[in-house]
């Protein structure tokens, strides 16, 4: 084993493609797991999609069988309401996302506008009315959402995203995530976002490293995307493992100049490589 990776306490695992797909455990996912724990190791999980609340990821993991509390769950909604109740509480949001996340943003003070309108009423909320824009996942994205988010970027809303990722592994394939609405709305307004909470970002950082109670260099950050997970985890000065049950092919990795210290077929094979 090499030397870093002995003084490894702390295990950060991304969920989509790395813990699970859909509805079914990656294989080894719930032995690798609990084979931590056991040795004493503290376990999180961290998401950057806000689609569920984190209790319905824990109840998901724990169904799974992999015994989970709301507070070992953190979630790219989570960490951008968490940001920004300290740093912007009074601003008017408007989201392009699900329910759950202005839910989220609710629970931490957050005005979103438009979310308890009904369709006639949704019509007439104009950049006036909208401080922020916020860009989420969203299966109900459409044409009005775009628009009504555009115009509030060029009138000068501010800019701000749970997560970047172009698309989301699932069962049969990958499906565009929150980072394909960027990307059309970087183009239309030639901006990026003010803020991004979800991985690689250091807003995530701070809050998981904070409820893990342990510096970044006795973590390990684990992942199915290298542009994600894996940065994330380097940026930190943690130490990182790449999954190919995801998005990352062996062949990606095989071209960085700065690799992961672990290259796992699926987190099954975690164990062995630690402890």
């Known amino acids: 084993m090499p030397r870093q990776l002995q003084t490894i306490d702390g295990f950060l695992f991304d969920l989509d493609g790395t813990v699970y797909l859909g509805e079914a455990a990656i294989s080894g996912a719930v032995d690798a797991i ?3 724990r056991q040795c004493g190791k503290k376990v999180m999980f961290v998401s950057n999609k806000p689609l569920e609340p984190r209790t319905a990821y824990a109840e998901k993991l724990t169904r799974l069988g992999i015994p989970t509390a709301p507070d070992d769950v953190i979630t790219s909604g989570y960490v951008l309401g968490h940001h920004l109740a300290k740093t912007a509480p009074n601003q008017r949001l408007y989201v392009i996302g699900e329910k759950n996340l202005i839910e989220e943003l609710n629970q931490h003070g957050l005005k979103v506008v438009g979310e308890l ?3 006639d009423e949704q019509d007439v909320i104009t950049p006036v009315n909208i401080e922020a824009v916020v860009v989420a996942f969203d299966r109900t994205l459409d044409y009005r959402k775009l628009n009504t988010a555009y115009q509030a970027l060029i009138n000068g809303a501010r800019f701000y995203a749970t997560n ?3 698309t989301c592994p699932m069962p049969g394939g990958a499906v565009p995530d929150a980072g394909a609405t960027l990307a059309a ?3 239309l307004t ?3 976002p003010d803020v991004l909470a979800g991985k690689p970002s250091s807003l995530t950082v701070e809050v998981v490293l904070d409820r893990m109670g ?3 260099e006795r973590c390990m950050m684990i992942g199915d995307r290298l542009e994600t997970d894996i940065l994330m985890g380097q940026q930190a000065g943690m130490a990182t493992a790449v999954v190919l049950s995801g998005v990352s092919k062996r062949a990606d990795v095989a071209v960085m ?4 210290n672990l290259v796992l ?3 099954g094979e975690l164990p062995a490589s630690i402890v």
């Open 34 to 36: 609990a084979t931590l």
């Open 117 to 119: 309108l009904d369709q």
């Open 164 to 166: 970047g990722d172009k």
């Open 185 to 187: 709305l970087e183009a």
């Open 190 to 192: 030639g901006r990026r």
């Open 214 to 216: 342990l510096p970044a």
């Open 257 to 260: 100049e700065r690799p992961p």
């Open 265 to 267: 077929e699926t987190i």
